[in-house]
Structure formats: C-alpha cells, structure tokens
C-alpha cells in the first residue's frame, strides 16, 4: 500500500476540520476525494504534503510515517503556479532542479508527448489555461514521486477545457500508471477518472462512503453519456446533497 | 511613430519652457549673472565642454563606485534582514529613522572621521544609494506570490532555494525600481560629496563658477547633472529590460 492515512484529525484553534479520516491509495491507482468546498480536503493535502502535521493519527507513505517531510509527493495545485520568467520547459524541471540534476532531454520528450512541443520556449503568459495546466501535471509527473496528489487542478477552467483536460489526463495516465489522489467537488469528474471515491462529509469532515468505480478502461467521453454513469451520479448526488443542504 | 507619440507632449512642452525662458531674459533685459539666456548657458556648455568633460568623467565615475557599493551593501542588508525576520523587526525602524537625517550635515563629520580622500565621498554616495535598494528589495521579497511559495515548500524547496528561485527572480522588477530611484541620486550624492573637497567634478565644476558669478556655468554643470542622471535612468531600464523575462501575470 502506497499511502496509508490512519484516524487523522486535525483542528485550527477552535475548528475541529478533520474528524477521524482513515484512507488509503495502493500503487497505480486513481483515487478521488470528492466533498463539499470549505471541507477539509487541501488540508488533508497539506498534511500528505507536511506542510502541518497532524493532531491525532498517523500518515505512512511506503510504511513510513512521512508527517512534516516535505517533497515526498508530486504536487498539482488549483492555479498552475507556474513561475512567470521561466519558460515552459524550465518550469517543467522545476522540482527536479530542488533535488538534483534537471533532465531537459526527458522534460522535451514529455511535453513532444502532449503536444506543447512548440512551447518549450514559451513563458506561462503565452499560454492558455489548458496548456498550463498540462505543464503543471507534467512538472509534478517529472517530480518522480510515486504520488501525485491533484488538488482541484480544472475546478477554475471553462467547462469544454475542462472536460478535454480529463480525456487528456486519463490518456496521460492510463499509459504512465502513477497513483494519483484527485481532489474535486465535482461528481462527474470524480465519476469518470477515477477508480475509487471517497466522499467527505461538510466540515468536520469525515468520510461519509467510500465507492468503487466500476466502469473500465480505457475510459471514452461516450461514458459521461451511459445509463449506469448517469445512475451512479444520482446515487452520489443523493449522498452529497445532506452535505451541501445545510450549506455553509 | 510611436516613440514621437507616448514622448511627443513632454518634449513639446520642454521647448515651450525654454523658448519662454529665452523670450523673459531677452524682453526683461535680465543680466547673464542673474540668470543667463538658454540659448547662452548652451554656446556656453559648448565652449567649455573640452575642459569640462575630465569633470564629468570624473563624477560619473565616483557616482558609479558610490552606486556599486552602495547598491550592493543595501541588498545584501536586505538579504540579512529578510534572513532574520526577528532582526529586521528591530532594525526596519531605525533604518527608516536614519533617512530622516540629511546627508549634508553628516558631510562635516565624515571628513573629520576621513579627511578629504575617496572614501567619505563614497561612504556619502553610498548612504543615499543604499536605501532605496534595501526598501524595494524587502518589499519584493514579501510580496513573493503566496501560492509560488506554497508550491514550492510543498515540492521541498529549501530555504535557500526558495530564495534562490523564488523570491529573489520575483523581487528583481522591485529590485530594479529601487535600483533606477538610486542610480538617480548617486549623481546628486557625488556632486555633494565633490563640495566637501575635491580636485576636479562637477561638484567642483559648480563651486567655482558660483564663486565668479558665472551663473551660466552653473546652469551648465545644472542640465548636465539632470542629463547624467536621465542616462543612468535609461541604461538601467535597458539592463532590466533584458534582465526580467516573461512578464509577471495579474
Ligand atoms: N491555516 C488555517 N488556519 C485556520 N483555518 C484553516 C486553515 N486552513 C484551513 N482552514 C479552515 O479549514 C477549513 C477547510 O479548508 P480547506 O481544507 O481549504 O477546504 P477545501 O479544500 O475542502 O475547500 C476551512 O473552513 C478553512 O477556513
Ligand atoms: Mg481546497
């Protein structure tokens, strides 16, 4: 088991926000965590990524507990975080450049792979949301972590962008085959990437169900359109919506 | 052109100011020691640019000495200071304080401290350089993109790599700001450090045309010094024109 998070709890003064969380991730899956905004679920992230630790339980990454050890995990954020006066491919090998040698020969290839060869040069301002998002997702992919943990990478792009940057993202992923652990609130996209969803209930989050996914792989668009995606979206929808009704 | 329209009204409005100057001298009858004519103060420069011209290779060259230490000793104050966030606490204020002390008056006390050689003309430029560069690069180092740094001490970045290659490139468009407001009074700070005593400057171009009532030498040793000055401005900007890629986003 490649991650393992044990009876985690974590409070900010007074606010309790996580409640007891027990979760795991095994090597190559795709995981989503799926709740209300405002639940706790970047700050289940930034307990993986050691940025704070937590009050009660542990967290085991390869069965060691990895708590305040920061850079063990690929990391995508919401914005791109790209940094504006590097180009395209130096920020490619941006976190390889923190713990070694940056390997541009490889950085190339990638970018070749999703077509943004012409852009290695650019810097992030030529660039559409999409592409740096891609560019985002291949930097923490050459970050050589076994876990890359998406925290709500297209919640802020157009719904077309969004839905072609899942297509690509499965594409990506179902030949490279790193665990992910995706955070969304969104049903449908946790529905269609992902293997296994955990559902968190609304502040103090606990996990209110976990479900696995049944649809295979490869995964094509037409999915988004199948009766037993459509009927899992209800049942999930049901389970969110005592969770987002009380609405804070 | 576009250079003719965005700089075409400043200009215009710098020749309606010197053709009315020219015109108030020459209807008023005003003396040439009182105040001398443009088109006077220019055949003037004209005349005597050969000898001049050591002054002012002079005083460029200690505004530049002056502007390098200065500039230098304020960024790695402020690099120490950004360090040591409990240190900067104490020191921030008095350094403010500090530039409520005018130059000039320490002149006298430097001198007694260092005689007449460079090196309190140095310490003068180097006063007046090093603050602005110290503000500007302490504001650029904490205005660093909160999500950048995230990023980065999520990727685990350590300190000095965050400074490296987060805050230092994020502060640089800062950093030069600070570096043009300096270079602007490095030229000041050399002439005024050239008053206490020196061989040759504009500085001293200055005090012996004023004690001959040449006012249209001074006037001379004036437009240069405002000249010099624009010219550092513009190298600067040029320097940071390639210096600082692929502009800041928001
Ligand atoms: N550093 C912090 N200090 C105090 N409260 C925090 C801090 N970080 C997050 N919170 C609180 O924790 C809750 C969960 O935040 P977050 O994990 O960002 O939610 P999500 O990512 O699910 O939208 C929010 O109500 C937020 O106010
Ligand atoms: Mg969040």
């Keep these: 088991m490649l991650l393992k998070m044990n009876h985690i709890e974590k409070s900010f003064a007074k606010t309790r926000v996580l409640n007891d969380i027990s979760m795991h991730v095994e ?101 559409s949301g999409g592409m740096k998002q891609r560019v985002a997702f291949i930097r923490a992919l050459l970050s050589k972590q076994n876990l890359l943990c998406l925290d709500e990478p297209f919640s802020a792009l157009d719904e077309f962008t969004r839905i ?78 005592d969770e987002i009704k009380v609405g804070e | 052109m576009k250079w003719v329209r965005e700089k075409g009204g400043a200009i215009f409005l710098l020749l309606f100011i010197l053709c009315s100057w020219e015109l108030l001298v020459k209807v008023n009858e005003v003396p040439g020691w009182l105040l001398p004519a443009p088109i006077a103060v220019f055949s003037e420069a004209i005349k005597v640019i050969p000898s001049f011209s050591t002054d002012i290779f002079s005083t460029i060259q200690l505004a530049l000495l002056g502007l390098t230490i200065g500039s230098l000793v304020g960024f790695i104050i ?85 400074f490296w290659k987060l805050e230092l490139p994020h502060s640089l468009p800062s950093l030069f700001s600070g570096l043009k407001i300096s270079a602007t009074y490095s030229v000041m700070g050399a002439v005024i450090s050239e008053w206490l005593g020196a061989k040759q400057g504009i500085g001293v171009f200055m005090t012996l045309s004023q004690s001959s009532f040449r006012t249209d030498r001074v006037f001379v040793a004036i437009f240069t010094i405002m000249l010099l000055s624009i010219l550092i401005f513009g190298l600067l900007r040029m320097v940071e024109r390639i210096v600082i890629k692929g502009k800041m986003e928001r």
């Design chain 2, 78 to 162: 402020a690099v120490l200071l950004h360090m040591m966030p409990f240190v900067q606490k104490m020191v921030y204020p008095l350094l403010i304080l500090s530039q409520n002390i005018p130059i000039i008056v320490l002149a006298p006390l430097l001198i007694i401290w260092f005689g007449f050689g460079l090196m309190p003309k140095l310490i003068i430029i180097g006063l007046v350089c090093f603050f602005p560069i110290v503000v500007a690069a302490l504001d650029g180092f904490k205005n660093t993109a909160s999500e950048l740094k995230y990023y980065m001490e999520m990727a685990g970045a350590s300190k000095s790599q965050l």
């Design chain 1, 164 to 241: 072609e940057m899942q297509k690509w993202l499965l594409s990506v992923w179902e030949d490279n085959r790193k665990s992910i652990l995706f955070v969304t609130h969104s049903i449908e996209e946790a529905l269609f990437l992902a293997d296994r969803i955990y559902i968190l209930t609304k502040r103090p989050a606990t996990i209110k169900e976990e479900i696995i996914v049944p649809f295979a792989r490869p995964r094509e668009e037409s999915l988004l359109n199948a009766n037993e995606f459509f009927q899992l979206k209800q049942k999930l929808f049901n389970l969110l919506r």
């Design chain 1, 27 to 127: 090597e190559g899956e795709f995981v989503a965590l799926l709740g209300p905004s405002g639940s706790g679920k970047s700050t289940l992230f930034n307990l993986i990524g050691g940025m704070t630790s937590p009050d009660e339980g542990t967290i085991l990454l390869n069965d060691n507990i990895i708590h305040g050890q920061k850079g063990l995990i690929g990391y995508m954020p919401q914005q791109p975080s790209l940094f504006p006066w590097r180009t395209v491919i130096e920020n490619v090998v941006l976190v390889q450049e923190l713990s070694g040698k940056p390997n541009y020969e490889e950085a190339k290839e990638w970018l070749k792979k999703v077509g943004l060869q012409d852009f290695q040069n650019a810097y992030p301002m030529e660039l």
